[in-house]
T-cell receptor, first 117, second 111 residues
Framework: NAGVTQTPKFQVLKTGQSMTLQCAQD?????MSWYRQDPGMGLRLIHY???????DQGEVPNGYNVSRSTTEDFPLRLLSAAPSQTSVYFC????????????????FGPGTRLTVL | SQQGEEDPQALSIQEGENATMNCSYK?????LQWYRQNSGRGLVHLIL?????REKHSGRLRVTLDTSKKSSSLLITASRAADTASYFC???????????FGTGTRLKVLA
């Protein structure tokens, strides 16, 4: 198993550009989520999904869109990049979700370091 | 706002000593988890404790949970230089699927 993979590892954007951060997992996990981590801080939840076709907002959803058309993939779209979105982005997956009731251990990808100029 | 807050923010100890870090949270939870993050890398799950458990062990790790005080502690015994990392607690609020992370404790173990 590759676990949770994220691409790209690094990205530089100009203000106003759009892009998609890719996240994929091969563990058949129902739950997937996106976080951002700013220097010296913990992770803040952007969006999450409890199964294919179901997504919901986290703590800091503004400026980001997600969709979940398959169990494996959970892309994060930046609609119009702003310098405030400079951060490290982590994707995670967990085996609990639809019908699973409680949440469970999360498995994290290696992160995407995004700089917006 | 952060659900979990770790204390202390930073901790520096000698190799072989024990390291204790604490986490406080605000709402009822299903479980509490501790993660480790080495500099610039993804988080690695260490241990999960459910709301009906009070203590859990895994190798050199000991986690306690006090739901009445809404707090947890992580003890690393006989620390090693390789334990140098940031440690985060994460909670999932009862009735939601949202994980909320604390701000972390930066642990430095000196050889």
């Amino acid at each position: 198993n590759a676990g949770v993979t994220q691409t790209p590892k690094f990205q530089v954007l100009k203000t106003g550009q759009s892009m998609t951060l890719q996240c994929a997992q091969d563990m058949n996990h129902e739950y997937m989520s996106w976080y951002r981590q700013d220097p010296g801080m913990g992770l803040r939840l952007i969006h999450y999904s409890v199964g294919a076709g179901i997504t919901d907002q986290g703590e800091v959803p503004n400026g980001y869109n997600v969709s979940r058309s398959t169990t494996e993939d959970f892309p994060l779209r930046l609609l119009s990049a702003a310098p405030s979105q400079t951060s490290v982005y982590f994707c995670a997956s967990s085996p609990r979700g639809l019908g699973g009731g409680r949440t469970d251990t999360q498995y994290f990808g290696p992160g995407t370091r995004l700089t917006v100029l | 706002s952060q659900q979990g807050e770790e204390d202390p923010q930073a901790l520096s100890i000698q190799e072989g000593e024990n390291a204790t870090m604490n986490c406080s949270y605000k709402t009822s939870i299903n479980n509490l988890q501790w993660y480790r993050q080495n500099s610039g890398r993804g988080l690695v799950h260490l241990i999960l404790i459910r709301s009906n458990e009070r203590e859990k062990h895994s190798g050199r790790l000991r986690v306690t949970l006090d739901t009445s005080k809404k707090s947890s502690s992580l003890l690393i015994t006989a620390s090693r230089a390789a334990d140098t990392a940031s440690y985060f607690c994460a909670t999932d609020k009862t009735g939601t699927y949202k994980y909320i992370f604390g701000t972390g404790t930066r642990l430095k173990v000196l050889a």
